[in-house]
C-alpha cells in the first residue's frame, strides 16, 4: 500500500473574520481534502490586527499572539479528526498580510514560522509571496498556480474566479493560463457597510439593491488606472480603501450613502466581468469561489454579463470554502516534494523556483 502524507492549509482573507484550516490526505496520484474547519478571529484580535495594518510593519507581540492562535487553531483541528501530527508533513503558513507591495519587492505579513513551527511540532511552509516577488512575480494571486493545476486535472480549460475582500481570476489567452487581481471584491462594500451602516457585510447584497447605480461616481472610480494596467498585475486594501472611496465620492455633489453602496457593488461585477470577458475560451466553464460567493448580487450580476457557465461542483473534496486553505496545503506539498514552478503569466514570473520556505 502506498503511504499517505497530510498536509494543513491555512488561509486568512482580508475580512480578518476568521482563520481556515484544510486538511489534505496525498499520495504521488492523488490527493483528497479530508476536513476543514474555520476558526472565528475574535473582536479583540481582529482590532489589533487592522490597527497594525495601518502601520505596516511587524509589532513582535503582535506576531508572538497571531503565532500562537494559529498553532491553537492547527492543534485543535488534528484533535478534531483525530490526526497524529507525526502524520503531518507540513503546514502551509498563508501569513496574515500587513502590506503587499510587489513594486517595491516586498510583502509583510504576520505570524512567524519559526514559532508556529515549534509551538506546533510539525514543519512549517511560509514565505509564499516573498519568494514568488524574488522570482519576478507578484507574489498574488498564488492561487493560480493551483487553479492551472486543476485544470489540466480535468483536461478541461477552466475559469476561476475568487470573491474575497479583492476578486482575482484565472483565465486563458489563447493556451496560456493568465490570473490576477481584478480588483475589489468585498472590501470596499464592507467597509461602507461598517462606515455608514453599522453593519459588517451586506448580507446577500440585498442592501445594495435598495440603492440606485450613480453613474458618475461608476465612471469616477473606472477611471483609475489599476483597472487599465495590463496583467501580471496584484492590488489590495492599500490601494483600494476608505479614502478612495472618499476620494472619488467628492468628485459627485449629493450621492446618498445606500447609492454609494449599490455603486461599489456594481463596481465590482462591472470590473470582474470585464476581465473574465477576456478569456479567449468561449462558453468555458467558471468556478466561483470564496467568502464573496454569497452576495448573490455580485455573482448574479457577474453571470448575467459573461459568457461562461457556472461549474458547481470540482472534486476532490474542494468546495467554495475550502479552496484557499486547500491551495496553501497543496502548495506546502509541492514545496517539501521540491517542485520548480516554471515562469509563467500566471503572477508574472520571470524565474523558474521554488515556491516558499522551509521552516
Avoid at 519576478?136 to 487553479?147: E, I, R
Avoid at 490570473?179 to 464592507?190: F, K, V
Wanted: with cysteine.
Amino acid at each position: 500500500i502506498e503511504m499517505s502524507d497530510y498536509y494543513l492549509g491555512t488561509m486568512c482573507g482580508t475580512s480578518l473574520d476568521a482563520f481556515d484550516v484544510s486538511v489534505l490526505k496525498t499520495s504521488k496520484a492523488n490527493f483528497k481534502v479530508i476536513g476543514f474547519k474555520s476558526y472565528k478571529i475574535d473582536d479583540d484580535l481582529r482590532k489589533k490586527l487592522r490597527n497594525q495594518i495601518t502601520k505596516k510593519r511587524v509589532n513582535l507581540k503582535l506576531d508572538d499572539e497571531v503565532s500562537k492562535y494559529v498553532s491553537t487553531c492547527v492543534n485543535k483541528i488534528l484533535t478534531s479528526y483525530k490526526i497524529n501530527k507525526k502524520n503531518i508533513r507540513a503546514i502551509g503558513y498563508c501569513g496574515i498580510t500587513l502590506n503587499h507591495n510587489p513594486a517595491k519587492k516586498k510583502s509583510l505579513y504576520i505570524g512567524n514560522p519559526d514559532l508556529i513551527r515549534e509551538l506546533t511540532d510539525i514543519n512549517v511552509v511560509a514565505n509564499f509571496r516573498q519568494s514568488d516577488i524574488n522570482f519576478g512575480g507578484q507574489g498574488a494571486p498564488l492561487t493560480g498556480y493551483f487553479q492551472h493545476y486543476l485544470s489540466n486535472l480535468h483536461k478541461k480549460k477552466l475559469a476561476f474566479l475568487n470573491l474575497g475582500g479583492f476578486a482575482n481570476i484565472m483565465i486563458w489567452n489563447k493556451n496560456q493560463a493568465i490570473s490576477y487581481d481584478t480588483g475589489p471584491a468585498n472590501y470596499l462594500i464592507d467597509t461602507w457597510c461598517r462606515t455608514k451602516f453599522k453593519r459588517t457585510f451586506d448580507k446577500s447584497g440585498k442592501l445594495a439593491q435598495k440603492g440606485e447605480i450613480n453613474n458618475e461616481f461608476l465612471k469616477s472610480m473606472m477611471k483609475d488606472h489599476y483597472f487599465l494596467a495590463k496583467p501580471p498585475k496584484s492590488t489590495g486594501f492599500e490601494r483600494f480603501n476608505l479614502e478612495w472611496i472618499m476620494k472619488h465620492k467628492r468628485k459627485v455633489r449629493g450621492i446618498k450613502n445606500i447609492d454609494v453602496l449599490a455603486t461599489l457593488t456594481y463596481l465590482t461585477i462591472s470590473t470582474v466581468s470585464i476581465e473574465l470577458s477576456k478569456s479567449t475560451t468561449n462558453n468555458s466553464q467558471l468556478y466561483i469561489y470564496g467568502g464573496g460567493v454569497k452576495n448573490t448580487t455580485v455573482t448574479e450580476g457577474i453571470l448575467n454579463q459573461i459568457n461562461m457557465r457556472r461549474l458547481k461542483k470540482i472534486g476532490n473534496g474542494i468546495d467554495e470554502k475550502n479552496f484557499e486553505s486547500v491551495c496553501f496545503a497543496w502548495l506546502a506539498f509541492k514545496r517539501l516534494n521540491r517542485k520548480v514552478f516554471i515562469k509563467s503569466n500566471i503572477t508574472g514570473r520571470e524565474k523558474n523556483g521554488l515556491l516558499g520556505d522551509v521552516f
